[in-house]
């Protein structure tokens, strides 16, 4: 049979029937399309509202970091701010930041990149000290066994919540350059003398402006606040006893010091590919003393 031989309806009654077929399903159509609708809108009526306010009230949940001693870390927080732990640091982050706040806590030493968020205040806890920053850069140690918390501002502006000046009733508010050491006594702030503390040397220090709790010095020696996070250990006029602190934590060893008046010792220099023994051969020469080690302890006499 040819095609052309094909028997096909006229186009009028091809019309007509295509016709018939609509009006017989157009009403299981509008049924399908109506159930359709319906099922559309109780999803978006009911689940997504549902599923929205679940997520919104998911509860935080922590991250806890413990650098060990003879190591470092670096964190990137979910607002994108970085921040590098030294070694012996404990570090909490939510998951995700909830809320007005980004809280976070130290004990130990950090250095923070915070991205900027006025809408959001980043705040770090540490020790009993609040610290609200305005989208910066600075470094903030806490040594807890000193009971000294000391920080320092290289970009941007923090706020130490709670700490007034003499003179003010305002929070200290730190600029740039700026360094502030904070030593608790008895659970009390009180004012902490930097220079006898061997943390900067007399020509790096401007007259400073009391206040209660601390010292704050507009002028700092960055790079030795923050060489730690070049791998690098500097001391500046430093006493063994601070220096013995950090020699334990970076090489993650124990220093017993036989006789006490070597703690007086002070030492100015810089460690960066050093071993262990190699930075104890330096200082016993500068010092005069001996070391042994045994293991990870080393006992050093005069």
């Given at each position: 049979?040819?095609?052309?031989?094909?028997?096909?309806?006229?186009?009028?009654?091809?019309?007509?029937?295509f016709?018939?077929?609509q009006?017989?399903?157009?009403?299981?159509?509008?049924?399908?399309?109506?159930?359709f609708?319906?099922?559309?809108?109780?999803?978006?009526?009911?689940?997504?509202?549902a599923?929205?306010?679940?997520?919104?009230?998911?509860?935080?949940?922590?991250?806890?970091?413990?650098v060990?001693?003879?190591?470092?870390?670096?964190?990137?927080?979910?607002?994108?701010?970085t921040?590098?732990?030294?070694?012996?640091?404990?570090?909490?982050?939510?998951?995700?930041?909830?809320?007005?706040l980004?809280?976070?806590?130290?004990?130990?030493?950090?250095?923070?990149?915070?991205?900027?968020?006025?809408?959001?205040?980043f705040?770090v806890?540490?020790?009993?000290?609040?610290?609200?920053?305005?989208?910066?850069?600075?470094n903030?140690?806490?040594?807890?066994?000193?009971?000294?918390?000391?920080?320092?501002?290289?970009?941007?502006?923090?706020?130490?919540?709670?700490?007034?000046?003499?003179?003010?009733?305002?929070?200290?508010?730190?600029k740039?350059?700026?360094?502030?050491?904070?030593?608790?006594?008895?659970?009390?702030?009180?004012?902490h003398?930097?220079?006898?503390?061997?943390?900067?040397?007399?020509?790096?220090?401007?007259?400073?402006?009391?206040?209660?709790?601390?010292?704050?010095?507009?002028?700092a020696?960055?790079?030795?606040?923050?060489?730690?996070?070049?791998?690098?250990?500097?001391?500046?006029?430093?006493?063994?006893?601070?220096?013995?602190?950090?020699?334990?934590?970076?090489?993650?060893?124990?220093?017993?010091?036989?006789?006490?008046?070597?703690l007086?010792?002070?030492?100015?220099?810089?460690?960066?590919?050093?071993?262990?023994?190699?930075?104890?051969?330096?200082?016993?020469?500068?010092?005069?003393?001996?070391?042994?080690?045994?293991?990870?302890?080393?006992?050093v006499s005069?």
């Amino acid at each position: 049979m040819k095609i052309s031989d094909a028997k096909t309806p006229p186009a009028g009654r091809r019309r007509r029937l295509f016709v018939k077929i609509q009006k017989r399903f157009l009403p299981y159509a509008a049924i399908f399309a109506l159930a359709f609708i319906l099922s559309w809108a109780i999803q978006k009526g009911i689940s997504g509202p549902a599923d929205r306010a679940m997520m919104a009230e998911t509860p935080q949940q922590f991250n806890e970091i413990l650098v060990p001693y003879g190591s470092k870390a670096k964190v990137k927080l979910p607002d994108q701010s970085t921040v590098w732990l030294n070694s012996g640091a404990r570090f909490r982050y939510p998951d995700h930041f909830k809320g007005n706040l980004r809280e976070v806590f130290l004990q130990g030493e950090g250095f923070f990149d915070v991205s900027k968020d006025n809408q959001h205040p980043f705040i770090v806890n540490s020790n009993g000290i609040n610290i609200k920053v305005h989208g910066t850069k600075f470094n903030l140690m806490v040594n807890a066994d000193d009971n000294i918390i000391e920080t320092t501002l290289v970009e941007g502006a923090i706020e130490i919540l709670g700490l007034k000046m003499i003179d003010k009733q305002s929070d200290v508010m730190m600029k740039p350059g700026e360094k502030l050491i904070i030593h608790k006594v008895n659970d009390q702030y009180q004012v902490h003398n930097i220079l006898e503390a061997g943390l900067l040397l007399p020509e790096e220090a401007t007259k400073p402006v009391k206040i209660k709790g601390g010292n704050l010095y507009e002028k700092a020696n960055i790079e030795l606040a923050t060489a730690w996070t070049e791998n690098k250990l500097m001391f500046s006029n430093e006493r063994f006893s601070s220096v013995k602190t950090k020699l334990e934590r970076w090489y993650g060893v124990t220093i017993v010091v036989k006789d006490p008046e070597i703690l007086d010792y002070s030492f100015t220099g810089t460690f960066e590919k050093q071993t262990f023994e190699q930075a104890m051969n330096a200082l016993s020469k500068a010092a005069s003393c001996k070391f042994r080690i045994e293991k990870n302890n080393v006992i050093v006499s005069k």
